[in-house]
């Protein structure tokens, strides 16, 4: 179902909380695709840098778990449909055989691709989180905001210098 086909928002924190379940199962369906991403990547850099990034995603998911316990909720997660098809379109490019430097161009099209969601997500909930007046939690959410925007221009880095002239 999409993100708005079965819920009633009667308020601006009943959306925001619903943001905050949708990334809570995001960066858990991240942290189970990582893995596989890091063992298919050939460039060392590219490996590298999806090991930091699932660290990174770990930290996130607590970071989501303080925001939950901040606000008085439980953790929770509701299906991220967006994540799920992004991570179907990576799980593709898993699969793929051919050049491995092309295959590592198209892994990092599909990991800025999830990162790109994540930007999106992460920003919204925060200026929520803003007009909420809750600025402890919209800080939290700017902190992965920065970690996200992080692994994009690491991952922009790593495709201008290494793997794409290596797969032209």
Do not use: W
Request: glycine share 6%.
């Amino acid at each position: 179902m999409g993100f708005f086909m079965s819920e009633e928002f009667n308020s601006l924190q009943e959306l925001f909380e619903h943001l905050l379940k949708d990334l809570y199962d995001a960066e858990h369906r991240i942290t189970e695709a990582l893995p596989k991403m890091i063992d298919k990547a050939h460039d060392s850099e590219l490996k590298q840098a999806l090991e930091h990034h699932l660290q990174e995603t770990e930290v996130q998911i607590e970071r989501l778990e303080e925001i939950f316990t901040k606000i008085g909720k439980q953790p929770e997660r509701v299906k991220c449909a967006a994540m799920v098809g992004l991570l179907a379109e990576g799980d593709e490019m898993l699969d793929a055989t051919g050049d491995l430097d092309v295959l590592d161009a198209a892994l990092i099209a599909t990991a800025q691709r999830v990162e790109h969601y994540e930007i999106a997500v992460y920003g919204t909930a925060r200026t929520f989180a803003r007009r909420l007046g809750n600025s402890y939690v919209a800080e939290l959410l700017q902190q992965t905001l920065d970690e996200e925007g992080g692994a994009d221009k690491k991952l922009t880095y790593i495709a201008e210098k290494n793997v794409n002239p290596a797969a032209v």
